[in-house]
């Protein structure tokens, strides 16, 4: 069985600098954009005391660094090189390594950018996170949509333990039978946001490809907030 | 379920050909045939495995080249069925054709909208993934292939990395002091930086038994800094003891080592060192492909492996181009002579820009 904490919101881009200070006491200075993101969900799911357990970060994106890359791209029509931060700042893998000196567990990361809009790839990432809880690889996982649109961030996060959490929201079962294909959750962006908010006892996630198992959440009863 | 997941089939296009026995071809040969061709970034021009003919003029050829190359890459395994699940890896996806539009850009909503396309350009109707992490996202497109079809969730599944003509990637490379000006030379005491490469690469994996089973794969992180990992090696070490242990191996048991080696001041020695954690005295032979392949990033996981399986299906080690001169501080050589020793197990170590790793043994089934 595997714990579940979720966390969403959706910020100004010029509020972002405020919440990590808010949150971390201190700015980010060099950090991308998804790197402070991803402090803010990773600090905020995440207690102090478990920041050095074997962490896996497997996030998705819409957007991607649209903001970053068009700077880049308008840097490569005048003087034909980037500023080597601005090109850092366009590379989604740097974010996990500028994660890491917070997170100090962090051992672990995945980036799939995302070729569709109405569609995410949560089935994918929790998969391949309870793979390895499982299997004993990590002892927590964080999975994460995170969008950079020039009006507003936006971050959806599961934090997936196969420990005990202090106040889970759900647990994840996992089911040795395919899901039932009328019912479950849409794979989109949202997914924490609609889990939330759903007064369903239990769900499944829909899946794009017939599946031998199904991912099923089932609420905590006693979660604090629900 | 567990299941084993086999290397059923491989395609590749690039510098060093458009085939995998093509790419064979001409690794048998490579020492002294550096990765041909050029880049010009401003006044200043980096050496730069291109695919075979003209680089592209504009947003439209960017498009027919990279269309080109992916059916290319994807012709040796014959017709796929449409459904077949797409695990698409690259840093760069379609950024060189944003580059040749002029500005003002009008970036699609959706980051890798190029997958779709080529999706389209191969007939494929399937779920698609899509993976971006440096040069570690072929890697990692199998780790995910392969954990799909362990798990019963698929049966097959084509694995392509994409590594195609860009400036952005270059200059930024460039920017940061990380490309050679003339020769990638992987482990060699005169290297001075990487040589990038361009790449389609296909890789089916599948749960029918073919020639090569996947022993191990599997990824990390070493946030050292952003373009290198920690200098005594300790978490490549710690990386590659898991794939061992994952496939219930001992070091012994591996016949060669695929190395990253990119040619890099810094990152070789630490993978040296990692090697020496790890297998001590009793070093495999060593090999390492970018010296005639170039660096493909994103696609190099998927690229490399098809080429090294195409060189020892063809019945020899491929000779590593561009070693020369012995590094003291490295103290292991790659084998510059073709070889045609026996190969059962193979380790190939990956290294990437932004602090990822990741490691794979592949065996021969029967």
Redesign the interface.
């Known amino acids: 069985m595997i714990d579940l904490a979720l966390f969403h919101q959706t910020l100004a881009p010029a509020a972002l600098g405020d919440e990590v200070r808010a949150l971390l006491g201190k700015p980010l200075r060099r950090a991308s954009l998804f790197a402070q993101l991803a402090a803010c969900g990773a600090w905020r799911l995440i207690p102090a005391e478990r920041r050095g357990w074997p962490t896996a970060l497997l996030w998705q994106s819409t957007s991607g660094p649209r903001g970053e890359t068009l700077t880049l791209l308008d840097e490569m029509d005048g003087a034909g090189e980037p500023m080597p931060f601005d090109f850092l700042a366009a590379q989604p893998a740097i974010a996990a390594a500028q994660l890491q000196p917070l997170l100090p567990g962090l051992t672990h990361s995945l980036h799939c950018p995302l070729d569709r809009c109405d569609a995410a790839d949560w089935s994918l990432l929790l998969g391949l996170a309870v793979d390895r809880l499982t299997g004993g690889k990590s002892r927590q996982v964080l999975c994460a949509h995170l969008d950079a649109w020039d009006d507003r961030l936006i971050a959806h996060w599961l934090l997936l333990s196969a420990e005990p959490l202090e106040n889970p929201a759900w647990r994840l079962h996992l089911q040795e039978q395919p899901p039932v294909a009328t019912s479950g959750l849409p794979d989109t962006p949202d997914l924490p946001a609609r889990l939330s908010a759903a007064p369903q006892a239990r769900l499944t996630l829909a899946t794009a490809q017939p599946a031998p198992r199904t991912l099923e959440f089932v609420r905590c009863p006693t979660h604090i907030g629900n | 379920?567990t299941r084993a997941v086999y290397l059923a089939g491989g395609g590749l296009c690039c510098a060093a050909g458009s085939t995998p026995a093509a790419v064979a071809e001409t690794l048998a040969d490579s020492p002294g045939r550096p990765a041909a061709g050029a880049l010009s970034?401003?006044e200043r021009r980096f050496p730069y495995a291109a695919l075979p003919g003209p680089l592209p003029l504009d947003a439209d050829d960017w498009l027919k080249r990279a269309e080109a190359a992916c059916r290319r890459a994807v012709a040796p395994l014959g017709e796929l069925p449409g459904e077949v699940?797409l695990f698409f890896a690259s840093?760069s996806?379609q950024?060189g054709h944003?580059?040749a539009q002029p500005?003002p850009?009008d970036?699609p909503?959706?980051?890798?909208?190029?997958?779709?396309r080529v999706a389209g350009w191969l007939g494929l109707n399937?779920?698609?993934?899509?993976?971006?992490?440096?040069c570690i996202s072929g890697q990692?497109a199998i780790q995910?292939a392969a954990?799909?079809i362990a798990?019963?969730?698929?049966d097959d599944a084509l694995v392509l990395g994409c590594e195609l003509y860009n400036?952005?990637t270059a200059?930024?490379f460039?920017?940061?002091g990380l490309l050679s000006p003339t020769a990638c030379r992987p482990f060699d005491r005169d290297r001075d930086g990487l040589v990038l490469g361009e790449a389609v690469a296909a890789l089916q994996l599948s749960a029918r038994p073919a020639g090569w089973r996947l022993a191990a794969v599997?990824?990390?992180?070493d946030?050292f800094?952003?373009t290198g990992p920690t200098p005594d090696g300790s978490r490549i070490a710690a990386l590659l003891a898991?794939c061992l242990a994952e496939a219930v191996l001992l070091p012994a048991d591996i016949d060669l080592i695929k190395l990253h080696a990119a040619g890099s001041p810094t990152n070789d020695p630490a993978e040296a060192n990692a090697l020496r954690t790890v297998f001590g005295n009793a070093m495999p032979p060593l090999c390492s492909l970018k010296g005639s392949l170039g660096h493909a990033l994103g696609a190099s996981g998927v690229a490399e492996t098809v080429a090294l399986l195409a060189c020892l299906d063809a019945g020899f080690v491929p000779p590593t181009a561009g070693f020369v001169t012995p590094d003291p501080e490295i103290s292991l050589q790659p084998a510059v002579d073709r070889s045609r020793r026996p190969v059962r197990r193979v380790l190939l170590n990956g290294i990437?820009?932004?602090?990822?790793l990741a490691a794979m043994i592949v065996e021969r089934s029967a």
């Open positions: 379920m970034l401003g699940p840093s996806f950024i944003f580059e500005a850009r970036l909503p959706a980051c890798a909208s190029f997958v779709g399937g779920v698609r993934h899509s993976f971006s992490n440096a990692q995910a954990a799909q798990d019963g969730s698929i400036r952005s200059a930024g460039a920017g940061m599997d990824s990390a992180l946030a800094s952003p898991t990437g820009f932004g602090g990822g």
